[in-house]
């Protein structure tokens, strides 16, 4: 009776052993932080007396309380519909000119395509806490350069960041930081389309704008949810603009967006417990418009394929 040879278990071993180091940076740096934030949640510090000496500040179980006070929280909410109506302006201007550009770079008509594409996608290279500070520097009356062209031509000169504007301001720095990202993505998508199609699409008489859109962005459907899924993920994370832009203007509060909200409690009032219950909030209500989003998109895809 043969015995196994010792190697055969090294040999199934080894899939365990390619996985730790990829397992260890995942309980590292994304369990164990996740887990602490929620450890932090239920619990709030509790003080004593004046709050001198040792043992007058003990951390206790606070339970739901810090979750009930972020969900009642007035200034938090209030970020939250400053995000929202930033969304509904970045989300479709951004996707609907990363599709309009991938669509006319996918034409047959183009010319210099690969330097096109680049100077399209490079806007994506630059950070972006450095490409706020650009647009903050081009937005400033006293050193933007469209501002003097504008007096020397006797126009007005609008104050974008001030009131109402502002949110132009800073859709204008996500779309042009975005809109690359998202057409290459797309545009991928088009060049993976068979050229039998196109072929056929022609010999059936079609003009160019029947073709795209009765045969390009239907096949590029999956493309357009996932950089819409992506877009929407991004937007209710939004941080470094409108923060980058705060020193410029006091139109942008401390908590204009809930993660400066967040940042805020952390790290200027020293309450990382009810910044940990307000930032697992917000993760949760990401994961909530993913989950529905998805869901959604797959439900329609499945009715779709069933006509």
Known sequence: MSTPRSGSYGVKGAPYAFLLPAVTLFLLFFALPIGYALWLSLH????????????????????????????????????????????????????????????MLDSERVRLAPFTRLAIFLPYAVPGVVAALLWGFLYLPDVSPFYYVLDRLGLPQPDLLDGGPLYLALTNIAVWGGTGFNMIVIYTSLRAIPAEVHEAAKLDGATPLQVALRIKIPMVAPSLVLTLFFSIIATLQVFNEPTTLKPLTNSVSTTWSPLMKVYQDAFAKGDVYAAAAEATLIALATLLVSFAFLRTANRRRQQEAAR
Request: net charge neutral; charged share 15%.
């Open 44 to 103: 709030k510090v509790h003080v004593s007396g004046l709050g001198l000496g040792a043992g007058a500040r003990k951390e206790v179980w606070a339970g739901l309380e810090n979750y009930t006070d972020a969900l009642t929280d007035s200034e938090l909410l209030r970020g939250a519909l400053r995000v929202l109506g930033y969304g509904c302006l970045v989300v479709p201007l951004m996707l609907g000119l990363a599709l309009l550009l991938a669509l």
